[in-house]
């Protein structure tokens, strides 16, 4: 079993910054984020610009399936998935 990994406390407007950041790491458009979450690319716009937090659940839905972390509320707390948890 691995060492665990903290996890931190964040604002809407860093997740914002964190979802832009993980699609550009992975190299994918908006468009593509869009069609592997079944959402319109309109949605992905919004979640990595819109600074306050009316985009959370598409924001946790991009770090959870790009990323592999949670997002975990009320203060949204994003921590790394356990790899050895199945």
Known sequence: ??????????SPHELSAEVRRCRQRQGLSRADV?????LD???VVRAESHRW?????VRKAILERLAGCTLEGPYYRVRPLD???S
């Open 83 to 85: 790899p050895d948890a």
């Open 53 to 57: 937090g009316s985009m959370i659940r």
């Open 41 to 43: 690319e309109a949605d």
């Open 34 to 38: 869009a069609s592997r979450l079944d």
């Open 1 to 10: 079993m691995g060492t665990p990994r903290r996890s931190k406390l964040v």
